[in-house]
């Protein structure tokens, strides 16, 4: 798993990449905490574009997360959340609780064919 | 018919392992890339639960995972000879835990994600979990 954060407004980016899981569950979320104590004035937004795997031990994290930062009077947003990821998301009701912005059915496969049009 | 064995040490790194084994697997039958995405949900939940429950984070107890791909299925077993637990009925409740950092929806993402799950346990022996996706027919018709 690898973590790179940015500063974009009012938030805090930090994109994930690999899965989250038991092995990574802990490595995450003190890499969250640090980076959310480190800057206290903004939201977290939690990019997922690279993330293929979630489970219960990865979703404790986030939702863990977001209580912390409740407490602060912050919040977490998801972005680019895939399908497989989104139904575990679904499941365990944090759709309803967390802001999500998820990426398109179908939308990995569309990537990975030639591209034919350059404008859009 | 094709059976699959995998035994490892109770550790996070193998949690992987074993989804990696169960992805392989189910690729062999007729399971869409969604179902298998879900097969890989439960045996981490599975395996997580053995890790951390069974064996309390323990790192040398020895876990267990058995599959086998079918015709109709695959079936999955896993096998912890670690602490058990002493009320299977309130284990499978959602949100059963203690850690504010777990869910305890492992057993909830077992059920909702396969099409059938045992859980047999002697508290202070082991427990073992077994559990089968069917392939379905909007399955086949993805072929």
Do not use: C
């Not at chain 2, 059976?3 to 490892?8: A, E, G, Y």
């Not at chain 2, 392992?17 to 045996?43: C, H, Y």
């Not at chain 2, 876990?63 to 079918?70: K, N």
């Not at chain 2, 203690?98 to 305890?104: A, F």
């Amino acid at each position: 798993m690898t973590i790179v954060h940015a500063l974009e407004g009012r938030y805090l980016r930090v994109a994930v990449k690999g899965d989250l899981d038991l092995k990574t569950a802990i490595p995450l979320r003190e890499a969250l905490d640090k980076l959310t104590d480190r800057y206290r004035d903004r939201h977290l937004l939690l990019d997922l574009t690279e993330v293929g795997f979630v489970d219960s031990s990865g979703l404790g994290v986030i939702l863990g997360r977001h209580r912390r930062l409740m407490a602060q009077g912050r919040t977490i947003s998801l972005s680019g959340v895939r399908p497989s990821v989104k139904a575990v998301l679904e499941l365990a009701g944090i759709d309803s609780i967390i802001n999500i912005t998820h990426i398109a059915e179908g939308s990995e496969t569309r990537r990975n064919r030639p591209q034919t049009k350059t404008s859009t | 018919m094709n059976r699959v064995q995998l035994r490892f040490l109770s550790q996070a790194d193998n949690v992987g392992l074993a989804r990696l084994m169960a992805a392989g697997l189910a690729g062999q039958g007729n399971f869409t890339l969604p179902d298998i995405e879900e097969i890989k949900v439960a045996v981490s939940e599975a395996v997580s639960n053995a890790i951390i429950h069974g064996y309390d984070n323990r790192p040398d107890g020895w876990v267990e995972v058995v599959m086998e791909l079918d015709a109709q299925g695959l079936t999955v077993v896993v096998e912890d000879w670690g602490v058990g637990i002493e009320d299977v009925a309130q284990a499978r409740e959602p949100a059963f835990s203690d850690d504010p950092e777990r869910l305890g929806l492992g057993f909830v993402f077992m059920e909702s994600f396969m099409h059938g799950l045992e859980v047999a346990s002697t508290f202070g022996k082991g427990t073992r979990v077994r559990m089968r996706r069917l392939i379905t027919e909007i399955s086949h018709d993805a072929q």
